[in-house]
């Protein structure tokens, strides 16, 4: 037993510095970069280079050839990720993955002897011996005695001196780093190099022991090897990454001494990774809403579009007739990879998220459509049977992955991916060996000819594109973009995130397995290298190149980046331009290649049926730029998107109201002429058609709820009621638990102790999706809502509620749903005056805007208790005064009760009959807002004396 | 007569094709306090991340002390003398002492440990947190971790954005004290204020910005003496 644990011990060596690295770069970028192997692999091949080719000593070719692989790492995070930062962080996980490839090439290039094992220099002077029956080389003994040492000082570095400290820092935040004289973005490069000559110390020892396997085959394998160890340390700790990927090199040594198997490795892998995950929610996260998405460019409209796009399809099916026979299955593996690529299109296009496992998925369609369709005799059962075990594979995956978001879910789908090639499509009942693939019938004509098989393909095609596009641009394509924007707004707004979120995952497992299908009937013999992992990240790549936002997006990536290799002979330089290309076009285009090409079309005349209009009677030179630039509308910005928001003519839609055709007022109310406070538009309020809830005493309760976090109470026993009607205050100074107590109420976080009822019932344990729907709802402080979402769209969100879209009445195109909302986003334009904003992304705004569309989501809802954290943060006085009024009234017009958190005493004191304070996590004080203001013990813990600062606004005292 | 300790002239600024700020022009005496007040969305944190390094104007000139800085970087301002504060803007993952370490950077070691401790007897509160995260403090905390900056860095110009946001009156009451001292002691400051009262009792001269353009300036005596142009300033439109 003592051999697979020194063995292990000794492989984990290897796999720990490559976690170090990755941990290193990820705490710097936030990235995780998954060419960090293949610059590992760079430098050993540099010292190879130098050694046998320029015989340069080992011992002086090795710092070398790590300062290289440093250069190369630093010349990455300069030429490509700081050109990404801001970009959604799947573009840069697809840019590193390209990376890989394309410096794996390169490194290919340089030692021209290849990096096998056996000729691989060795260090000189380093001993060699046996422990028990195992021999140890010196290149083991070398990562034993050195690894320590770097690693060490390493973690030195970065603890204790300066550098290391602002390498910390620029990594934790930029901006604040720069203000205190600590140029980021350098150290930034810093921790790539650092990351880099890690990579390559680990490269060119571990070379030697591979035996005769060539190192740059192993690739996204080792990767994953050392990805466990640091997701195992959360990505955030040197050791623990280290220690945790010893102990997979252990586990790995031991599993095959035990006979599992390269399978079976790589099965408990994937498992090991995933419950790591899953024991730490933290890691890949929603990345806090600051990456800026595209906006998704709808299928074409107009005219002219939909021509061409037939006269595409016209020639495609021409094709079939004119070329030979191996140019049509270069072609049908084109068609499979698209539709493929469309599954892609719905998970990463819209839903925001990277899986690398789509490919597995269609090897599950085809597998299990071969085998069905071979005894059943049927081609179409067996078609519709590997669709549908793709769609519940992809459910299955997607279960325990509900919980994962960006890397943590990059990480398991490219685990599962190596599983499922390594071990799952092995299995006798799927692909096992090899199965022979029966061909479609057509009128009693079997499709064996390439050429006929082709056709079908570009059929399968089709109906894979009106599926997608059908998803995409209702209901269903809607509420997956608002859960991507903000799934917290979402789920505010009665979203039932899990239900949708595997929906799509089962609609994209369905899509992929028509690809496999489609790829797997059109071969003789099927067996697993026709569904390699790595195909799973060349559909990811393909689909980005061709444009993420567009339904066509797959077919011009597969046309590239499959057609081109398969149809032309290209050598290895020839393979290398092409990765080069398509990372260029990864970091340069965020629309992918398709979006320019897109704009033309959409240029072109032809009857627009476009929902596009410019907003009526708008003044200014801003708005005349706007209508000149394609699509009516300013490019996002991640940066202060508060400040861009508020263009120069258009105000708030509260206080003013210039925005309407002619510049005249309607509706009968004026701005605050010479000092009257600025009068509320007439914003009529939507009737209800749901009563407001009533029940015997307190429509909400709080009972003896508590909350803590890692030891620290942040709700300790609060008792709280609210009355139908009421509008009740929450004061109270930082960290006293009032958004903490929201988030109770709310449903975002569970009670350690106590008690939630709502109209009655007791809510504690519901979602806030199920509370929404019961007509308690919550409004979030900052007021994000969707923003790559238009107005409108938002409102159509909020109208799922009442007229949810399902699944299937997305996918067959029903409109029942769709007319509903309109009709109810329509009204709720009118009454709140947000007609010259309805086609606006929300995310072009201002605070005070947003804050009137997302009060009007909410009346959507038709709710009976509001909870609203914070409603005049980051709004300017007078619409601060206009929204105190709007929400008087939707008090007393709409009998909605109101739990308002508030710091801002004198706003709060006109809106509120009662307030409760707050302080360290208890209720100090509740009553009406004078006898609350007067309490000693508010007045000692919160107002104290600075008497300008307790009346913020109201008159100058 | 001595130069201005910051001021600048005409200064264009745009987020790609998009322009924020149109001709801005402010000064700050040495010694002086002057408030940025204005709506929302209208251009103060730009204006003051063009002041401080962070975004470069399309056109203006920034002069600190007289010396023209519309080229010089961020970093290269804070060794120039330019502090600048966002509010609660701290280095969370590290903890309270590696923070107030990191704020004395750009300065020699041996003066960074002394003022550090300096720093921590003025806020006993991080004293007593010295090693824990940043993101375990409070809000009002960090924000006294933010300003330790000032103690530490020693400069002659500071920018403060963002002072009262989220806050409970009494902590803000605090941190005004502070800037008072610090201004006492002849640290020219320029302070973004959403809150026109709280400009009121802390500065020489307010400036009212709206629409990416600076609209007004006035001494809060003139505008105690009429409170109807306060009203009015105060509502976001002016009169």
């Not at chain 1, 094709?319 to 892609?344: C, D, H, I, K, R």
């Not at chain 1, 076009?585 to 627009?608: D, K, S």
């Not at chain 1, 344990?765 to 994000?784: I, N, T």
């Not at chain 1, 009204?827 to 086609?839: C, H, R």
Request: glycine share 14%.
């Amino acid at each position: 037993m003592i051999d697979p644990i020194v063995l292990g011990l000794f492989t984990g060596l290897t796999y720990g510095l490559l976690a170090v690295g990755l941990v290193l770069v990820y705490r710097s970028s936030r990235f995780l970069n998954f060419a960090h192997g293949s610059v590992g692999v760079f430098g050993a091949a540099v010292l190879s280079q130098l050694v046998t080719g320029a015989a340069v000593p080992y011992w002086v070719a090795f710092p070398l050839a790590m300062t290289v692989s440093a250069g190369v790492s630093a010349l990455i995070e300069v030429a490509v990720v700081r050109r990404l930062r801001g970009r959604p962080g799947v573009t840069g996980m697809i840019a590193t993955l390209g990376l890989s490839q394309f410096v794996l090439v390169l490194a290919l290039l340089v030692s021209s002897q290849g990096l096998n094992g056996l000729t691989f220099p060795k260090p000189p002077g380093m001993p060699s011996f046996t422990l028990g029956r195992t021999p140890v080389g010196p290149a083991f003994t070398a990562m034993a005695l050195l690894a320590p040492l770097l690693l060490g000082g390493l973690a030195l570095f970065l603890r204790r001196s300066r550098f290391g400290l602002a390498v910390r820092a620029g990594a934790d935040a930029p901006d604040t780093a720069q203000l205190n004289g600590i140029p980021a973005a350098r150290m930034t490069t810093l921790a790539w190099a650092m990351a880099g000559a890690v990579a390559a110390f680990s490269a060119i020892l571990v070379t030697p022991t591979q035996g005769a396997q060539s190192i740059d085959t192993l690739g996204p394998e080792l990767l994953l090897r050392g990805l466990a160890g640091a997701v195992a340390a959360r990505m955030a700790s040197l050791p623990v990454a280290f220690a945790a990927c010893l102990g997979v090199g252990v586990g790995e040594q031991v599993l095959l001494s035990m006979g599992a198997g390269r399978g079976g490795v790589s099965l408990a892998l994937a498992l090991f990774i995933l419950v790591a995950l899953l024991v730490q929610p933290q890691l890949g996260r929603r990345d806090g809403g600051q990456a800026r998405w595209p906006r998704a460019v709808p299928a074409p409209a107009s005219l002219a579009g939909r021509v061409l796009a037939g006269l595409a399809l016209l020639a495609a099916a021409g094709a079939a007739y004119l070329v030979t026979n191996e140019t049509a299955s270069a072609l049908t593996t084109v068609a499979g990879f698209a539709v493929v690529g469309l599954s892609v299109l719905l998970v990463t296009g819209l839903a925001g998220e990277l899986s690398l496992g789509q490919f597995a998925f269609a090897g599950i369609g085809a597998a299990v459509s071969l085998h069905v369709a071979g005894s059943t005799g049927n081609f179409f059962t067996g078609a519709v049977a590997g669709c549908a075990a793709a769609a519940g594979a992809a459910v299955l995956v997607g279960l325990p992955a509900l919980r994962l978001r960006g890397i943590a879910l990059a990480a398991t789908t490219l685990a599962f991916a190596l599983a499922a090639e390594a071990w799952l499509l092995r299995l006798p009942w799927l692909l096992g060996d090899g199965i022979s693939a029966p061909k479609p019938v057509w009128t009693g004509y079997a499709l064996v000819l390439a050429k006929d098989y082709y056709l079908f393909a570009l059929l399968m095609l089709v109906l894979a594109l009106w599926l997608a596009h059908r998803l995409r641009a209702g209901g269903f394509g809607r509420v997956v973009l608002a859960l991507r924007d903000n799934e917290d707004a979402a789920r505010a707004l009665g979203v039932p995130a899990p239900r949708r979120k595997l929906q799509l995952y089962a609609a994209a497992g369905a899509l992929a397995g028509l690809g496999g299908v489609v790829i797997g009937h059109g071969q003789t013999q099927v067996t697993v290298n026709s569904f390699p992992a790595a195909a799973g990240i060349d559909v990811v790549a393909l689909t980005v190149v061709g444009g993420l936002g567009l339904l066509g997006g797959s077919i011009l990536g597969a046309l590239l980046l499959v057609g081109l290799p398969g149809l032309v002979e290209l050598g290895i330089f020839g393979q290398a331009a092409l990765t080069l290309g398509w990372l260029l076009v990864i970091v340069t285009m965020p629309g992918g290649l398709g979006e320019p090409l897109a704009r033309l079309v959409g240029r072109l005349p032809g009857r627009q049926r476009s929902r596009v209009e410019s907003p009526g009677g708008r003044r200014g030179w801003r708005s005349r730029v706007a209508r000149l630039l394609p699509g009516g509308r300013w490019p996002l910005d991640d940066d202060d998107r508060r400040l861009r928001s508020k263009p120069a003519v258009s105000p708030e839609v509260l206080t003013r109201d210039g925005d309407l055709p002619g510049g005249a007022s309607a509706g009968g109310s004026s701005t605050g002429a010479g000092g009257g406070a600025g009068a509320v538009r007439a914003v009529r309020l939507p009737r209800r058609a749901v009563p407001v809830v009533v029940g015997a005493g307190a429509l909400l309760e709080a009972r003896g709820v508590a909350r803590a976090f890692g030891g620290v109470r942040a709700v300790g026993g609060v008792d709280l009621a609210v009355g139908a009607g009421e509008v009740v205050g929450i004061i109270g100074p930082n960290g006293a638990g009032k958004t903490t107590l929201f988030e109770i109420l709310a449903g975002f976080t569970r009670p350690d102790q106590g008690r939630v009822a709502f109209a009655g019932r007791d809510v504690t344990g519901w979602s806030p999706q199920r509370r929404a729907g019961l007509g308690l709802v919550r409004s979030f402080q900052d007021a994000r809502l969707f923003p790559t979402l238009t107005v409108r769209e938002s409102l159509l969100v909020a109208g799922e509620r009442l007229a949810p879209t399902g699944l299937l009445t997305a996918a067959l195109g029903g409109r029942g749903p769709q007319r509903r909302q309109e009709a109810l986003a329509g009204d709720l334009v009118d009454l709140f005056g947000l007609a010259a904003y309805a086609q606006r992304q929300v995310g072009e705004l201002s605070t005070g805007t947003r804050r009137t569309v997302e009060l009007a989501c909410l009346l959507a809802l038709e709710p009976s208790l509001l909870l609203l954290d914070e409603p005049s943060s980051g709004v300017s006085q007078a619409d601060g005064v206009a929204l105190a009024d709007l929400l008087t009234r939707v008090n007393q017009e709409l009998g909605v009760a109101l739990l308002v958190i508030e710091h801002d005493l004198p706003l709060l004191s006109r809106l509120a009959t009662r307030m409760v304070a707050m302080d360290s996590g208890r209720v100090i004080a509740d009553g009406t807002p004078d006898q609350v203001r007067t309490h000693p013990a508010v007045v000692a813990a919160y107002l104290g004396a600075d008497t300008a600062a307790v009346h913020r606004s109201g008159a100058p005292v | 007569m001595p130069a201005d300790a910051l001021s600048a002239t005409g200064i264009d600024c745009s987020y790609g094709p998009v322009q924020v700020l149109f001709g801005v022009g402010l000064r700050v005496g040495p010694g002086e306090m002057v408030g940025l007040c204005g709506p929302n969305g209208v251009g103060k944190s730009t204006l003051l991340r063009v002041l401080s390094g962070l975004h470069r104007p399309t056109a203006g000139r920034v002069e600190l002390g007289g010396a023209d800085v519309t080229g010089v970087s961020a970093v290269r301002r804070v060794r120039l003398g330019l502090s600048t504060v966002v509010g609660q803007a701290a280095f969370g993952s590290l903890s309270v002492l590696d923070n107030l370490r990191l704020h004395g950077y750009a300065m020699p070691p041996a003066q960074v440990r002394d003022a550090v401790d300096a720093a921590l007897a003025v806020f006993p509160r991080l004293a007593q947190r010295a090693h824990q995260p940043a993101s375990a403090l409070s809000g009002g905390e960090r924000q006294m971790l933010v300003l330790a900056k000032t103690l530490i860095q020693r400069p002659r110009v500071l920018l403060v954005d963002e002072l009262s946001l989220g806050l409970a009156p009494i902590v803000v009451g605090g941190l005004l004290e502070l800037l008072r001292r610090l201004n006492a002691t002849g640290v020219a400051i320029l302070v973004v204020e959403q809150s026109v009262n709280v400009a009121l009792s802390l500065v020489d001269r307010i400036c009212f910005m709206e629409r990416g353009m600076i609209a007004a300036e006035h001494r809060p005596e003139d505008l105690r003496a009429q409170p109807e142009l306060v009203r009015s300033l105060m509502l976001g439109g002016h009169a």
